[in-house]
């Protein structure tokens, strides 16, 4: 399950200066060109996100990026490493008021190709309880939409091969979304987004209905996309828009959820009250408020402001010497208190402020943001601050969505019988005629895992992308290029599965040699009862392989025992 991040501008200047508060120069002189993102300051092995969700609505609110963007494309101006994803949409939340939403389908699949985006969403319009009346008519123009970004994608090559598409379903209860889900399975989609769901109730998994909630909602569209995967020997991605909640990861996991999108934890590092920073362990503390005076909306219109800003400086004083052992809980707590109060805050923080200067968790945090600014992490008080503990938050969500539902990958290499068509399939249908990679791909393609190909032409592609007829073996030149793309890429990964042989095999066990990444590799020979491997014996090998993944995957988000006895009696 992938997680994917909002970009909302959300850069920091990596040279600020904490003390006098001032940026660098090379902020001052192009912020969008010398700051920084969450992805900077981790670095590419290390960056707590999958990929990055940018909509259309909020980059046009920063006209210079914009226009960046149009004329350089998305990957220039984010300067995202090359393993991660890029997923756009419209942003329907910044047109909600609209009667129709503000783009043509075929201004932003071209949009879309243009800027080089992995992933393109169908234009949706939200269903929301403020404007119930509409609710049929934004109904019927998402899913036209889809439709029409369905046919307009498949009818170019150039579009095909430029990006993979998602397609939207809106409903104002479970039977709305369900006609949404199997509309776009109709069509064609084999990725499905959930929209209109970050502001509903988390329902409950103990007995569904057909309100809309997350659970009655997620588990309905799962269940009708299990049915349809069946029937069909496909798989579809399901990816759920602006919902981020650490108490459901598991279960969305075991609904197939594919991926997700929310900023969620990185804005309570400025929008929550007393829930600003999110402990590795799981625990929310209050950051504490020491806001400027000269910056402030809310402070500098008050009077007396140079008495102001010795308060300030008094309470930025105390906690930096309380960081350093050089002052008082209580003399440090009296200080910020006092400010509180002279600029006029209504709210009583001075129980957050006291347990969080008590247990002093930016202390104890290994994390690259904590270790290098110290103390200013926890004192909310502008951009710089504010965001560098939403990229801490955002670590802190990403480390124990990865301890509950692992990112997984199986994968096995391509087959010299493929599908002669013409024109450009995914990938999984091209290999389909080999009876080594059918068997394959029936025995895995249900399970909430991702899938990979290691294809001697394209180098480890998705099983949905789209690849032409092909004639090409590997050869001992290749095998370098191999070797070191798959030491870039399969580090992101909790656990790997690969099944083959031949050259293939010994590539990644080259990699699993050389980087200890958690592999295993499949057939076994402990568990090969002929000397060579024939379909006999790498039908009864795939079984093992998915024994063996269904293990790897925390009992919590697994299939249930009565689907796995379906997919027995299927297979």
């Known amino acids: 399950m992938k997680y994917f ?54 980059i046009m609110q920063n006209k210079r990026k914009y226009e960046r963007i149009l004329q350089n494309g998305i990957n220039q101006i984010l300067r995202l490493p090359r393993n ?29 190709v243009r800027c080089g985006f992995d992933y393109g969403v169908s234009v949706d319009h939200l269903i929301v309880p403020e ?67 970050a502001r509903s109730q988390t329902g409950t998994n103990q007995e569904f ?14 269940s009708e996309i299990q049915k349809w995967m069946k029937e069909n020997k496909k798989r579809v991605d399901l990816h759920l828009f602006g ?27 400025w929008l929550s009250a007393d829930k600003n920073y999110y402990s590795l362990d799981g625990e929310f503390y209050g950051a504490i408020r020491i806001p400027q005076t000269k910056a402030s909306p809310l402070v500098k219109e008050l009077p007396e402001v140079d008495k102001l800003t010795i308060l300030e400086s008094r309470a930025l004083e105390m906690i ?32 957050h402020y006291r347990r969080t200067l008590l247990e002093m968790p930016w202390k104890r945090c290994p994390c690259p943001i904590c270790k290098s600014v110290g103390v200013e992490v926890i004192i909310f008080r502008g951009n710089n601050r504010n965001r560098r503990r939403g990229f801490h938050n955002t670590l802190s969500f990403y480390s124990r969505l990865r301890q509950s539902v692992p990112r997984i990958l199986i994968c096995t290499n391509c087959t010299h019988e493929k599908d002669q068509s013409s024109g450009l399939m995914p990938a999984f249908q091209r290999y389909l005629p080999s009876p080594v990679f059918k068997t394959f791909w029936n025995n895995v393609h249900d399970l909430p895992v991702e899938i990979g190909v290691l294809s001697a032409k394209f180098g480890l592609i998705d099983w949905s992308r789209r690849v032409p007829y092909y004639d090409y073996e590997m050869q001992e030149s290749d095998v370098p290029r191999f070797v070191e793309e798959l030491k870039r890429k399969l580090g992101r990964y ?7 042989i031949g050259v293939y095999r010994d590539i990644v066990q080259e990699v699993k040699d050389e980087t200890g990444h958690n592999i295993e590799i499949f057939p076994k020979q ?28 925390p009992e919590k988000c697994r299939p249930s025992k009565e689907e796995e006895k379906t997919h027995s009696e299927i297979a």
């Not at 909790?494 to 083959?500: A, C, E, L, V």
């Not at 014996?537 to 795939?542: A, D, I, S």
């Open 131 to 197: 404007f119930r009346e509409q609710n049929r008519k934004r109904w019927q123009i998402t899913l036209e939409n889809a439709r029409e970004m369905f046919e307009l994608w498949s009818s170019k090559d150039e579009y095909i091969n430029s990006l993979r598409i998602m397609g939207v379903a809106q409903g104002w209860d479970v039977d709305s979304y369900l006609r949404s889900a199997r509309e776009l399975l109709k069509i064609g989609y084999d990725y499905i987004g959930l929209g209109g769901l």
């Open 5 to 58: 991040i909002p970009e909302w501008d959300d850069r920091v200047d990596s040279k600020y200066n904490f003390v006098t508060d001032t940026h660098s120069p090379e902020h001052e002189q192009d912020p969008i060109k010398h700051d920084v993102y969450i992805w900077d300051i981790f670095g590419p092995d290390k960056v707590p996100i999958d990929g990055v969700l940018v909509s259309r609505m909020t």
């Open 209 to 222: 209905g057909r309100s809309k909630t997350i659970h009655n909602v997620v588990h309905g569209i799962s």
């Open 84 to 112: 991660f994803e890029i997923m756009g949409d419209c942003g329907a939340w910044g047109y909600i008021k609209e009667e129709e939403p503000p783009f043509e389908t075929s201004e932003v699949l071209n949009y879309y």
């Open 526 to 553: 402990e568990l090969t009862e002929r000397d060579t491997v024939n379909i006999i014996e790498y039908t009864k090998q795939t079984k093992f392989f998915r024994e063996g993944i269904i293990q790897a995957i």
């Open 320 to 351: 930096r010497s309380y960081d350093r052992g050089k002052a008082t809980l209580d003399d440090t707590l009296k200080a910020i208190v006092d400010y509180d109060k002279a600029i006029g805050e209504k709210r009583d923080f001075e129980r």
């Open 494 to 500: 909790d656990k790997i599965f690969f099944i083959g």
């Open 243 to 269: 919902v981020a909640r650490p108490e459901l990861t598991s279960e969305l996991a075991k609904y197939g959820v594919s991926s997700f999108d929310s900023a969620s934890f990185l804005r309570k590092a």
